[in-house]
Every structure is written in C-alpha cells, then in structure tokens.
C-alpha cells in the first residue's frame, strides 16, 4: 500500500512480506494498527521533549496537570490522582516523591481528616505546569497542523469511537 509520496511506508513493507510469507492471512490490520503504533511512538518522544524543557518526566506532567485541573485549592487525593492518571498507586507514589522532593508539590492530612492524605500543587508547581502546560498545547497544535483539519476533525471523531468501544462510561 503506497504512502502519501507514493512509495511504501515502513508498515507497508512489513504487509507485503507478511502477504507474501502468509498469503493465507489477512495483514490488513497492520496498515491502521501498526502505524498507530508508530505514530504513538513518534509522538511521545515529541511530546515528552516539551516535558523535559520543564524539567519533567511524562509522568510528572500527568501528576502536575491532574493536580491543575482540580483547580482551587489543586489538590488530590493519591488515589484520585492515580485514577485521573491511568497509573498504580505504587507508580503514583514515586512520581509524588520525586515532585515532593523538587518543591513542586506537598503532601498533607485533609481538611476535617487526618487519615485523608491529599497532594496539592506548590505555587512553584504550579508556575511550571502552567509554562510547561502552555508549552504543550503550542507543540500538540504544531503536530496537528500537519494534517489538513477536515482530516484531523474526522481522526478525532474515529479515534472518540473507537476508544469509546474500549473504556467504560
């Protein structure tokens, strides 16, 4: 299947191999899945570029940006912070640690609760997530320019549904 310049992409090298090794499978879903999955790669490290500039890993960043998506007082609880960042509590307390130890977060007992324990961002964590937040908006537009907005508006619209069939209301 030839790319956009008309030559065969990465993926579609891989396909005519396998379709000619295995003619008796369908490689079909390698051209979507195996260029998600590149494109997923390639838009980390581009992603993640932007992370480091601020001296964060991505994790960091999911930590910093839940904290300041709660806004006032930017505060959550350490399992509401691993919910709303996809990870393990276990993950969820290293990345708090290190924030902890950079100033950029603190860890106290809730209001009313002293078995509560909530993470809220510093007004130092707070300065860089928003630099490094507003950052990363500027770089994701960057990276979707590249694509037509029709095109990129129905991407946005296939990949809803799809991840939709995938993660519970």
């Known amino acids: ?21 295995r003619p008796d499978l369908d490689v ?5 899945i195996g260029r998600l ?11 993640t570029t932007v992370y480091r500039r601020h001296g964060l890993g991505e994790g960091e960043f999911d930590v910093l940006a839940a904290l300041r998506r709660a806004g006032e007082p930017y505060e959550r609880a350490p399992g509401e912070l691993a919910l709303h960042t996809m990870v393990t509590t276990g993950a969820m307390t290293k990345r708090v640690d ?27 964590g707070k300065r860089v ?31 809803t549904t799809w991840l939709g069939r995938f993660e519970s209301p």
């Open 1 to 21: 299947m030839p790319g956009v310049t008309g030559h065969l992409d990465h993926v579609a090298r891989i396909q005519a191999e396998w379709a000619r090794e």
């Open 28 to 32: 079909a879903p390698q051209g979507v």
């Open 37 to 47: 999955h590149r494109l997923a790669a390639v838009l980390t490290e581009q992603l």
């Open 98 to 124: 290190r924030l902890e130890r950079d100033g950029l977060v603190t860890r106290r007992s809730g209001e009313g609760d002293g078995r509560r324990r909530v993470v809220a961002l510093t007004a130092a």
């Open 129 to 159: 997530i928003d630099r490094a937040f507003a950052e990363h908006m500027a770089n994701e537009r960057r990276l979707l320019d590249q694509l037509d907005p029709a095109d990129a508006r129905d991407l946005e619209r296939i990949l």
